[in-house]
T-cell receptor, first 113, second 113 residues
């Protein structure tokens, strides 16, 4: 079926370093959402991007939606230990039954103090 | 407090013994969905519901049933559980299927022996 891919699968950084995860789809996305899941927790909604080329910021987090609406990125500046977790993107795709969100496999971030 | 409540949090059962995982939301959301999360595979959709009495299969529906008799409740039924259904299950809800961000329950860790 239609897939949303994410890279890298894992990322280990030293506290204070930057981090970026990328989300890619072979088909155009109507919109994209990002979630964070802390270890042992549940996914928590971070943000939704709708427009081509859209950029949104939340403190140290910057989210981008590609011009072709087929890719997105999440960048964290100066990581902290509180950023540890798995980051998922979810793209809204058209299928035979309408629209539905498809989650990427996630990027697991480890931050070394 | 706005939330999605899943029960139980943990469940160990034997092959073939029917079980139900309950999910309830208090936000008057129309859209509800069930996911399973397995290492390296991210969140895979089992079933979803656009509204009362409207349910559809997701990516991995085999071995599961759902019902949506009331807006707030969306139980997941395993008629004859098998060991390959051992997983972490999440229920989620949203105002609509197309955006606004999903609110996830705390998860149900199911082990089938």
């Amino acid at each position: 079926g239609q897939q949303v891919m994410q890279i890298p699968q894992y990322q280990h950084v030293q506290e204070g370093e930057d981090f970026t995860t990328y989300c890619n789809s072979s088909t155009t996305l109507s919109n994209i959402q990002w979630y964070k899941q802390r270890p042992g927790g549940h996914p928590v909604f971070l943000i939704q991007l709708v427009k081509s080329g859209e950029v949104k910021k939340q403190k140290r987090l910057t989210f981008q939606f590609g011009e072709a609406k087929k890719n997105s990125s999440l960048h964290i500046t100066a990581t902290q230990t509180t950023d540890v977790g798995t980051y998922f993107c979810a793209g809204l795709l058209e299928d035979n039954y309408g629209q539905n969100f498809v989650f990427g496999p996630g990027t697991r971030l480890s931050v070394l103090p | 407090e706005a939330q999605v409540t899943q029960n139980p949090r943990y469940l160990i059962t034997v092959t073939g013994k029917k079980l139900t995982v309950t999910c309830s939301q208090n936000m008057n959301h129309e859209y509800m969905s069930w996911y399973r999360q397995d290492p390296g595979l991210g969140l895979r959709q089992i079933y979803y519901s656009m509204n009362v009495e409207v349910t559809d299969k997701g990516d991995v529906p085999e071995g599961y049933k759902v019902s949506r008799k009331e807006k707030r409740n969306f139980p997941l039924i395993l008629e004859s559980p098998s060991p390959n259904q051992t997983s972490l299950y999440f229920c989620a809800s949203s105002l609509s299927h197309a955006g606004g961000g999903y609110t996830f329950g705390s998860g149900t860790r199911l082990t089938v022996v």
